[in-house]
């Protein structure tokens, strides 16, 4: 499995011979999307900055709600969680999409939660490999309450997301008041830095491992 961290929430991944794109944004965040091509994508809510699914290339089917869906053989969980602390009241709702089984692993998107999850979504999530969590607080969880849903799901590999860049601050319309990844990693502990993830079920790490992926912008 290869995943990349386009920007923001946006990630591609390769597995099982499919490529899957997550959370597409436009260029209202400041920047554009790479010419990308996939054969599904996700958008866990109707944001500008998470839900460009006309961006992507190659004609992709894509998964916009929450339930059980099998997606040109790929098994995927949308759980609906909340984009704020008052049930949605503010932001709306937020789709946490699984991926199940790719290549034996199973990844998590967490999209813009905006709260601590409890048990029913912890029970309906299910045991997670790779978590993607946003860090980056204000539209999302806090630094803090980032490691602490991390600390609930428990992943081999935890990959933030979300969160002010070099790579997003170089971009002069950028202006989105979110932190820095660094508030995060100082909180949760060492974390390696890397161009791409290659991952594969037999070498998924004992100890949680925080990896921080450029982003390709």
């Known amino acids: 499995m290869k995943i990349k961290h386009i920007a ?79 049930k949605g009241a503010i932001r709306g709702i937020n789709n946490v999409y699984v991926f199940k089984g790719l290549e034996g692993i199973n990844v998590c998107h967490m999209g813009d939660l905006g709260h601590i999850l409890s048990f029913d979504d912890l029970q309906a999530i299910g045991p997670v490999d790779v978590l993607m969590i946003p860090v980056g607080g204000y539209f999302t969880i806090e630094p803090d309450e980032a490691v602490y849903v991390t600390k609930q799901i428990n992943p081999k590999i935890v990959i933030p997301m979300h969160y002010s860049s070099e790579e997003t601050k170089k971009h002069k319309e950028y202006n989105l008041p979110i932190k820095p990844v660094d508030e995060f990693l100082n909180l949760i502990g060492d974390a390696q830095f890397m161009d791409e993830l290659v991952i594969s079920k037999g070498v998924l790490p004992e100890k949680m491992q925080v990896v921080v992926l450029k982003e390709q912008v």
């Open 8 to 86: 923001h929430s946006c990630f591609y991944i390769e597995a099982d011979g499919k490529r899957i794109v997550t959370d597409p944004f436009d260029s209202s965040l400041g920047f554009s999307m790479p010419e990308i091509y996939a054969d599904i994508v996700t958008s866990s809510h109707g944001h500008f900055d998470h839900n460009y699914i006309e961006g992507i290339k190659g004609n992709p089917e894509s998964v916009t709600t929450s339930g059980d869906h099998n997606v040109k053989g790929v098994d995927i969980v949308g759980v609906q969680v909340f984009h704020d602390k008052e």
